[in-house]
């Protein structure tokens, strides 16, 4: 077993009563602080609120700025465990030199082009991804241009820096750095971008594809080039097929130690993945076994 993770599991072992009372109780008073993805957020708020009731720690969880807002406060000091939706990237460990990021995946999610109900209704299921680079570089504006409702497109954007738009600018360009600089009004985290896409005329947005919901917005399938049609679907993901898929992190400055090992070991167990498939994610265990 690696240092790191042998430090998680023997401070971890409070959470099951294999350790001495004494670690356990040096754990209370300690704030662990917690920020970044508002895609990791669903799993760790829970499991968070599980650890307050049942060891009483005291854990405090944000969502400022998403994947880079957690990555930038653990690299300044301000928070015990980042989480984040993208890599650490080198760019990452260069901007904070002094910072041993260790990150820790927790399990996979995709990220699925959503559009309004109004889109989906008329007929616009799929895109290319020819299709979505003509509409993210503004060659593309109106839905009948790929099939749909004679209906302006109206495209939300995801902050770049947040791992959602990462994966999705990678699928499209390549690496996130060569996609164009574009104007499109920004959304930030996931419920905002929902909630956007459902009320607005033939919106389109990058969304993680567990909020989806079938009813106010609507995942598209990526036609491949050879016409086959790829949905976001747990098989897909998992054989590598869908081509917006990402790992999801908790990150830490060097190896877990105290309420953050607690934390960590949680949501590897089998009560913290269960949390992480309860909310449309693939669990450890679902990657290893394809």
Aim: glycine share 12%; proline share 6%.
């Amino acid at each position: 077993m690696n240092p790191g993770r042998q430090a998680i599991v023997s401070l971890a072992a409070c959470l099951i009563g294999l350790a001495v009372l004494s670690p356990c109780a040096r754990l209370e008073g300690q704030v662990l602080k917690v920020n970044g993805s508002t895609t990791v957020n669903l799993p760790a708020a829970e499991a968070a609120e599980i650890l307050r009731s049942e060891k009483g720690m005291q854990i405090q969880i944000d969502t400022l700025g998403g994947s880079s807002g957690g990555i930038s406060m653990l690299g300044d000091g301000r928070v015990e465990v980042g989480m984040t939706s993208k890599p650490v990237s080198d760019g990452d460990r260069a901007h904070y030199p002094q910072v041993d990021f260790h990150p820790v995946s927790i399990g996979e999610d995709a990220v699925a082009l959503i559009v309004s109900r109004d889109v989906w209704d008329g007929g616009v299921h799929s895109l290319t991804a020819e299709q979505m680079r003509g509409i993210y570089e503004g060659r593309i504006t109106n839905w009948n241009e790929v099939g749909g409702p004679a209906l302006r497109i109206a495209f939300f954007n995801k902050e770049p820096g947040r791992g959602t738009w990462e994966v999705f600018a990678h699928w499209l360009y390549g690496n996130s750095k060569e996609a164009p600089q574009v104007s499109f009004a920004e959304v930030g985290g996931n419920e905002e971008t929902r909630n956007k896409v459902a009320s607005t005329r033939g919106a389109l947005s990058q969304l993680s594809s567990s909020w989806v919901d079938g009813n106010r917005v609507y995942a598209l399938a990526i036609q491949s080039f050879d016409g086959e049609l790829i949905e976001p679907l747990p098989e897909n993901i998992v054989s590598g097929k869908y081509p917006m898929s990402r790992p999801l992190f908790v990150v830490t400055n060097g190896p877990a130690r105290g309420p953050a090992a607690v934390f960590i070991e949680f949501l590897l167990s089998p009560r913290g993945q269960e949390l992480v498939r309860k909310h449309g994610y693939l669990s450890l265990a679902q990657l290893q076994s394809s």
